[in-house]
């Protein structure tokens, strides 16, 4: 039943056309809260990026001095960015393994997939004191500080998704139900793939 | 058709822990309901000290010169504290972690929160905002007294009261509240979405649950508006970065070492989540009435299909409102023409609440219990304040009326006191199935009708005194040239008028807690009301709700008076063949 359907239901006319719920399946409620907590993310980001145009003075809609300095992209963000990936390949062979039953493509995708979680966010720490150490201060430039506070937004939202590795990891190694937790946490954790792509397209852009 | 014996979707969920302790009862408990009265507590409690710092301003505003403990700088802390407590901590919290968190799964036909967990969780971290912001009253310099807006870059410079510490706690706190809410939303929203019993269609959820749910979902999108302006506000007071801070002069010689900043981006950031925030705060509000007045008048809601559609719209609407509240920020007049359509705009869906909420009363059988009385004088706030929004939403009426009284008067009547009236009468209204007591008819009708006439004695005079030009904010007026005598006379006034509802609410809290324990028992389902939640099997339904069985929805919540039925109302949960026809009376 569509939305529209659903929306526009004359509650008020029911005795006698007690349809039995059409919706006999009903997604894991841990899955729609992901999604709902993805519009959460997109909007966090979306503010994030349209205050990063409005401070570095985009035409229109800058009501800043022209103060803003552009950060350069050292190899190691290319580097990270790979890493990330790599991450993600990792959950998805760990999720295929999971839906086709084959086991022995689990573990070591799980593994894979934690080991990469934690480089990449040794590599953003890496990073910055990469810049640090070249004088790129959180105070020193507007780009900085959203470079900074842009990249701890993003590791924050990685370690929540290595919580969730840590509960698949244990699941897998129990026995239990792990199937779930793997599928929702690589899903997630594609989705902050595509969060980091766009956030560094916004620093190679600008 | 479907029979009662088939397990129900929500049936299928893993059984509950009943925890057997008094600290895992009540204390550590991951029951909705128990989650709901920690919630409710809390915002009470902070929101009587918001009452304390509203009734000192009105002291200082009435009478200046004679409190001499009311310092300026004094009076614009409690000014920023009263603000920011009673629209976040207050409103917010009792409406959505509240009422949101006991109505929700009763309402839905659920045995909890679908993560209960993280429900608990929600709520200890909204206590520790809570916590964090008192704990600004108590550090040197006390709180912020940057106006509950705090606009930089008057927010961290050295002449704002609590530059130093009190602004850093309430930055950290907001944070924290906002992770809490994300916390408790999106267990509203996938509630909602996910456990509700068999044969609760969306359009059969009584329009309480319909406010709740949208008003979840917006909360979910508009507090990162706050978060990242908390955020970046906090590096900039810390860290020394130039987000919002431009390149200034502090106490006239001394370089802050800010550069570039720009102050409207916080504007954008916090209107952006400040303008859907009324509407958090209202949906519920217009939710809850819309059940409270169908109940009492023994109708159904006029126009069920068009009240959620309306909420669904001014939900979305209020997104695209936001600069509204920036008209003085000297921004492109094609810009303020866009928003002051937008505004204009969201009056057509409001105006239909308005007009179905008069529709349900017409001709019903109206009972003017306590909840109603409530019910009906939110009806005379909320067009008031709506009314005056119509004047604040056009740009050319604005500017002379913007930062006055006549702009505290009307969010005071469309956001403070309109939410607040019908958060009594909910409290009226539920109560006895909380408690399991009634409370004391004649003392709540003697608190309605002090509160309801003091707010008018408080709030309208206000708007004169805003046409008049009286500045808002001001510690006091001393001798202003275009300020006539009567403008003092008329804030003596409202100052009395404010200690007396100040006062009145004693008689609300004394009824509730003796009525706690010295109420007559109540009956499981005083009201004669339809929706599920007063159907439970026991009063106050205990840890799971509903016994056994989930309950099986076969009509919408609004079965009131229908021709040749036995009583004027028909549960939810009872079938039409007549089958099983036995509900209590």
């Known amino acids: 039943m569509s939305l529209f359907t659903r929306l526009g239901e004359k509650s008020w006319e029911t005795p006698g056309s007690d349809r039995p719920d059409p919706a006999t399946y009903r997604p894991p409620a841990a899955q729609v809260m992901m999604l709902v907590y993805f519009g959460v993310i997109t909007i966090l980001f979306g503010l994030v990026s349209s205050a990063y145009f409005m401070r570095m003075g985009m035409p229109g809609m800058g009501h800043a001095a022209m103060d803003w300095r552009p950060m350069p992209e050292p190899p190691l963000i290319w580097i990270n960015t790979a890493v990330l990936l790599l991450a993600s390949l990792a959950w998805e062979a760990a999720r295929i393994g999971t839906r086709r039953g084959e086991t022995a493509l689990v573990r070591p995708g799980l593994i894979a997939a934690g080991a990469l979680g934690v480089l990449f966010l040794g590599g953003q720490l890496l990073l910055w004191s990469q810049f640090a150490t070249q004088g790129y201060f959180l105070q020193s430039n507007p780009a900085n500080a959203f470079f900074y506070m842009i990249t701890t937004l993003h590791g924050l939202h990685l370690i929540g998704g290595l919580w969730f590795w840590g509960l698949a990891m244990r699941r897998a190694r129990g026995g239990g139900a792990a199937a779930l937790p793997i599928q929702l946490t690589a899903a997630y954790w594609h989705f902050l793939l595509l969060v980091w792509i766009l956030m560094l397209g916004l620093f190679v852009s600008t | ?585």
């Not at chain 2, 600290?23 to 009470?44: E, F, M, P, R």
């Not at chain 2, 009452?51 to 802390?77: C, H, K, W």
């Not at chain 2, 319909?210 to 979902?217: K, L, P, R």
Request: charged share 10%; with cysteine.
């Open chain 2, 1 to 585: 058709m479907a029979t009662v014996t088939h397990p129900t979707l929500a049936d299928d969920l893993k059984p509950l822990h009943h925890p057997k302790t008094f600290i895992g009862k009540y204390i550590w408990s991951q029951d909705h309901k128990v989650i709901a009265i920690q919630y409710a507590l809390t915002a009470i409690a902070i929101g009587l000290v918001a009452l304390v710092l509203s009734a000192l301003m009105r002291l200082q505003l009435g009478f200046p010169d004679t409190f001499t403990f009311i310092q300026p700088e004094n009076y614009l802390q409690y000014v920023t504290m009263h603000g920011m407590i009673m629209v976040v901590y207050l409103l917010t919290a009792i409406l959505l972690g509240g009422f949101g968190n006991y109505l929700i799964p009763l309402m839905v036909g659920a045995r909890d929160m679908v993560f209960p967990y993280v429900n608990m969780l929600s709520y200890w971290v909204y206590l520790l905002a809570v916590l964090v912001l008192v704990a600004s009253f108590f550090v040197p310099g006390g709180p912020t007294g940057a106006g509950w807006t705090l606009y930089p870059p008057q927010t961290i410079l050295q002449g704002t009261p609590g530059h130093d510490w009190g602004i850093i706690l309430m930055l950290a706190s907001l944070a924290i509240f906002i992770v809490g809410f994300t916390m408790g939303g999106l267990n509203y929203v996938v509630t909602v979405l996910q456990a509700r019993a068999k044969g609760m269609t969306l359009m059969r959820m009584p329009c309480s649950v319909w406010g709740i749910f949208v008003a979840s979902i917006m909360a979910l999108l508009a507090f990162p508006a706050l978060f990242v302006a908390c955020i970046m506000m906090l590096l900039d007071s810390i860290a020394g970065t130039s987000f919002f801070m431009p390149a200034i002069m502090a106490m006239g010689n001394e370089d802050m070492g800010y550069e570039g900043g720009s102050p409207i981006l916080f504007q954008h950031l916090f209107w952006f989540f400040g303008h859907p925030e009324v509407y958090i705060v209202a949906l519920p509000a217009f939710g809850i009435v819309s059940d409270l007045v169908s109940v009492h008048a023994r109708k159904n809601i006029f126009g069920y299909r068009m009240m959620v559609w309306a909420i669904v719209i001014i939900g979305a609407l209020s997104f695209f409102v936001w600069a509204h509240h920036m008209y003085v920020s000297g921004m492109n007049p094609y810009f303020g023409f866009f928003f002051a359509t937008s505004t204009l705009i969201i009056a057509i869906p409001t105006a239909i609440k308005v007009y179905n909420w008069l529709l349900t009363l017409w001709r019903g059988n109206i009972h003017f219990t306590v909840p109603m009385l409530f019910a009906i004088a939110f009806l005379f706030t909320f067009i008031h304040g709506g009314l005056s929004g119509l004047f604040l939403g056009n740009v050319s009426v604005d500017v002379p009326l913007s930062d006055t009284f006549f702009v505290v008067g009307h969010f005071h009547m469309v956001m403070g006191v309109s939410p607040i009236l019908v958060i009594f009468g909910a409290i009226y209204h539920w109560y006895p199935k909380i408690t399991g007591r009634m409370w004391n008819e004649t003392l709540g009708k003697l608190h309605f009708w002090i509160t309801f006439l003091g707010v008018y004695a408080i709030f309208l005079p206000m708007h004169y005194l805003g046409i008049l030009g009286v500045p808002r904010r001001y510690f006091e007026l001393g001798e202003t040239g275009f300020i006539p005598p009567s403008a003092h006379l008329a804030n003596q006034a409202i100052t009395i008028a404010a200690l007396v509802v100040f006062a009145a609410q004693m008689l609300f809290f004394w009824n509730m807690i003796w009525s706690l324990f010295r109420g007559p028992k109540a009956d499981p389902n005083p009201w004669g009301a339809a929706s599920l939640e007063w159907q439970t099997p026991d009063t106050p339904p205990k840890h799971g709700n509903w016994g056994e069985k989930l309950p099986v929805v076969h009509r919408w919540a609004y079965d009131y008076s229908v021709p040749g039925a036995e009583t004027d109302f028909i549960p939810q949960n009872v079938p039409h063949d007549g089958s099983a026809r036995h509900h209590p009376t």
